[in-house]
């Protein structure tokens, strides 16, 4: 024995639709507002970390920069000069070829050799730590540490190379 429905889908689509738009209707304020305030939060946090890493950024360049100072007193201008062209001619920004220089020349120094002598040994493997990078596939700092191992007699950094 079969059983006859007489369902009429065009008042039940009818119904189906008022129902989805009615939801629709009240649902949509109250996640506005949420996702007004999700994204509030998300932006104060996103413009809190923007602001510590400028702050961090701003740190870290005064630092290298009083480093770069100490280093090469009578010679800053020269190695300003060398890092504002590092970009240019060896790929590294100018932040990071002073940081080079600076550490490169502290340690020279340090071992009893010249301002002058400083600079030019640490104009040139910095210099050569771009260039190392570019031809090995590496990160600057990578080839940047295999070739500051020069100064503390270190020689597997240089054997891989």
């Not at 790929?91 to 020279?108: D, H, R």
Request: hydrophobic share 40%; proline share 1%; net charge negative.
């Amino acid at each position: 024995m079969a059983l006859e429905l007489n369902i009429d889908a065009t008042q039940i689509k009818e119904q189906l639709s008022g129902a989805a738009k009615k939801a629709e209707k009240e649902s949509t304020p109250m996640f506005s507002k949420v996702g007004k305030k999700i994204g509030m939060v998300l932006g104060t946090a996103l413009t809190g970390a923007f602001v510590k890493s400028c702050l961090d950024l701003g740190s870290n360049l005064a630092e290298v920069q009083n480093v770069v100072d100490t280093t090469f007193s009578s010679m800053t201008e020269q190695v300003n000069t060398f890092a504002r062209q590092a970009m240019t001619e060896f790929g590294l920004s100018e932040t990071v070829a002073k940081k080079y220089m600076g550490t490169l020349g502290a340690m020279s120094k340090s071992m009893g050799f010249s301002e002058e002598q400083a600079y030019g040994m640490a104009s040139a493997v910095t210099g050569l730590a771009g260039d190392v990078a570019s031809f090995y596939n590496l990160s600057t700092d990578e080839a940047y540490n295999k070739l500051k191992s020069i100064w503390t007699g270190e020689t597997e950094a240089i054997k891989e190379l």
